[in-house]
């Protein structure tokens, strides 16, 4: 064992690094050796690499010992990395096992026979400079229960003196002006920030290393002193009753921790019981299918780097599409004619409707926000007037605040499994202030029942739909194919793929849209003007903030109205594919083709070159750039059959198909014989 401590920091932990080597033979005593060996160095250190030859094949998944061996691992909290057979009978025996340490672009190299009959593993790991992250810097405020009562106090006058200013009654509405409704936010906004800064300013603290194992609570800190101070006794004394004593208060820990561990998540999954998007990536780290430490933006990646990338690739999309297509707009065939009763203004709200969609929404904060979103829900009675005042005088002039259309944009990273120094490997989600989304959350009501009155939905478009999801979509289209299987039917679908699609949207085909298309005339569509002009954003990462940028196209991912008006501009995609005969199911941006045919009539596939080539054409006319090179085909039905089919499919209407026997769709991958196993497989081997 070699114990690594950082220069600079004797106070930290060390870095333990374990060789072993257990010989084949029988294994009862080393299970019970290693299981106190694994106690004691976790008591020793939270950052732990072992690696050696165990003898034990972990491939073989239904082997006793090496069922017991990862229950081991899995109780004190230990992770295999290796994955590869590393012995000349393509076994794995040689491993890797990390605690509260990640390791990065391990290898396992072929076999050398001149060396060995197991085979040289490499891997790198990072020690985080401990000075570095001491030294950095945080801004923090903290808010007491006499704070909230003394900001309850302050503001509660202050807002009520300011509401003459505005000179805007109720019954005066319609005579507001643009500028008294920005004057009525900024006032607003800025009584709120000032008081919260009054009350309680913010304080600037030095952060300590995070620690990853949130569960570890004062009963397990004091049991683990206990542990070590009844080691050290009996390594002083080596005295058996000391030795025993030190046995049982291990033991007692280790069941402390465990137990520690298992209430923090049933805690977390109990309170989260209606987040799946949570609930999917609490247990994808407990399985360790990625990694559970939220990927970090590097320092050498500034805040202006992100913009300038981010404004520089809708500009490169745009360009390509006008360079290679024609883009003259394509309306929907729909016209006023065909909708019953138009939208022509929005109508104001009451404090009740007001009140629940506030209490109801999540109570998430962006940097643009005044306060905390939990302290606006707790003083809502005494600024709700405030809050009603501006949203009826948004929808009644159909204008929408100024300080509603600024957006902080935070890069995300598309797959954990992507390196964070890559800007290409980030999307931008848009944070916009709590009240802009509360006025948007009004407007998606209203505009959804225009839009449920008059069936003006895509019936086959299940993204941001009531009791519409990945799953109705998955179900729809699975069952279709299974159909079409059982009755001797073999299946093409083809899974289109498009490039930043949220981001190209243009501003000038979507009113359009609006008004020919879904019917919406006057004031409401004067709303939805001001809503998508002058809007602008900025990137803040690593503290910092870039320049202001001017949003000239696209919807915000990560508003609230964005993905409705999203599948609103995507409305005509639906009658064009239908003139071709093909079954189709759209989620958000995701298109799904799909066209089954008896063996010996693969001339219909003809009919599925025409049609993405109408769509090709429509998409360029509407500045959505399908991604060839990420388009996804797959064949279905009997083996002997679908590869007739296969020979004649490489390429539609010149986009080259990247043909494969697994696609994964909506999340699901499925198999060319439809058996799932694909799918299930690797479920399976997520969850041991």
Not at 40 to 52: A, Q, R
Not at 303 to 327: G, Q
Not at 396 to 419: C, E, N, R, W
Request: some cysteine; charged content about 15%.
């Amino acid at each position: 064992m070699l114990s690594l401590v950082h220069p600079s920091c004797k106070t930290q932990k060390p870095v333990l690094l374990v060789t072993i080597y257990r010989p084949p033979g029988p294994y009862t005593e080393f299970l019970s050796d290693f299981s106190d060996f694994l106690s004691d160095l976790v008591l020793s250190s939270d950052k732990i690499i072992i690696v050696g030859d165990f003898n034990i094949h972990v491939d073989a998944k239904n082997h006793s010992l090496n069922m017991v061996f990862n229950l081991l691992l899995n109780s004190i909290g230990f992770s295999q990395n290796v994955k590869e057979p590393t012995h000349h009978f393509n076994h794995t025996l040689d491993l890797v096992l990390t605690y509260g340490i990640e390791t990065e672009h391990l290898t396992v190299f072929p076999e050398n026979p001149l060396l060995s009959d197991h085979f040289l593993i490499t891997f790198t790991f990072t020690i985080i400079d401990y000075t570095a992250v001491e030294s950095r810097l945080h801004h923090r405020r903290c808010l007491s229960e006499s704070g909230v009562t003394k900001f309850k106090n302050i503001i509660h006058p202050l807002l009520s003196s300011s509401m003459p200013c505005t000179n805007i009654e109720q019954s005066s509405y319609l005579n507001a002006t643009p500028t008294e409704v920005d004057h009525l936010v900024n006032n607003f906004t800025s009584s709120l920030r000032t008081t919260l800064d009054t009350v309680t300013p913010v304080k600037t603290k030095a952060s300590n290393q995070k620690y990853l194992t949130p569960w570890y609570n004062s009963q397990t800190r004091s049991l683990k002193q206990m542990t070590r101070k009844l080691e050290r006794k009996w390594c002083v004394t080596n005295l058996e009753d000391h030795h025993l004593a030190w046995r049982n208060s291990l033991l007692l820990y280790k069941k402390a921790l465990r137990k520690a561990r298992t209430s923090y998540y049933l805690s977390l999954i109990e309170e989260n019981k209606n987040n799946p998007r949570f609930l999917f990536s609490t247990v994808a780290r407990l399985t360790n299918s990625q990694s559970s430490v939220e990927p970090t933006i590097p320092l050498t990646l500034t805040s202006n780097d992100f913009m300038n990338f981010f404004t520089n690739k809708m500009l490169i999309i745009r360009e390509k599409i006008t360079n290679n297509h024609p883009t003259d707009v394509i309306l929907s065939t729909a016209t006023f004619s065909t909708i019953d009763i138009q939208l022509d203004s929005f109508s104001p709200i009451d404090l009740s409707e007001l009140t629940s969609i506030i209490t109801s929404s999540k109570p998430s904060t962006c940097l643009l926000d005044p306060i905390p979103t939990k302290l606006l829900k707790e003083v809502l009675p005494l600024i709700n007037a405030s809050i009603l005042n501006m949203i009826n005088l948004s929808l009644i002039i159909g204008y929408v605040p100024q300080a509603f259309k600024l957006a902080v944009v935070k890069p995300l990273l598309k797959k954990p499994s992507l390196d964070p120094a890559v800007l290409a490997n980030y999307r931008p989600i848009s944070k916009l202030p709590f009240i802009s989304k509360i006025l948007e959350r009004v407007v998606v009501k209203q505009l959804t029942d225009h839009l449920q009155r008059n069936g003006l939905f895509e019936e086959f478009q299940s993204g941001f739909r009531a009791h519409h999801s990945t799953e109705t979509a998955l179900v729809k289209v699975t069952n279709d194919l299974l159909m079409a299987t059982d009755s001797g039917l073999i299946s093409v679908l083809v899974l289109l793929d498009l490039s930043a699609a949220f981001d190209t949207v243009d501003h000038n085909i979507l009113l359009a849209r609006l008004e020919h298309a879904v019917g919406i005339t006057g004031t409401a569509l004067q709303w939805f003007v001001s809503y998508l002009s002058n809007r602008l954003q900025f990137v803040h990462v690593n503290g910092e903030s870039s320049s202001h940028s001017k949003v000239n196209y696209g919807v915000p991912q990560g508003s609230v109205l964005g993905p409705t008006l999203f599948t609103l501009y995507m409305l005509p995609l639906g009658s064009i594919i239908r003139r071709h005969s093909i079954h189709f199911h759209c989620y958000a941006d995701d298109t799904q083709l799909y066209l089954s045919m008896k063996p010996g009539n693969t001339h219909q596939l003809v009919k599925l070159q025409e049609c993405l080539k109408d769509i090709k054409t429509w998409m360029a006319s509407n500045f959505l750039l399908l991604n060839s090179d990420q388009t996804e085909v797959i064949v279905l039905g009997p083996e002997n059959l679908r590869n007739m089919v296969s020979n004649q499919i490489l390429t539609l209407d010149g986009i080259t198909l990247a043909f494969s026997n697994t696609v994964r769709n909506l999340g699901v991958i499925f198999d060319q014989d439809m058996s799932f196993s694909a799918h299930t497989g690797s479920a399976e081997l997520l969850g041991k």
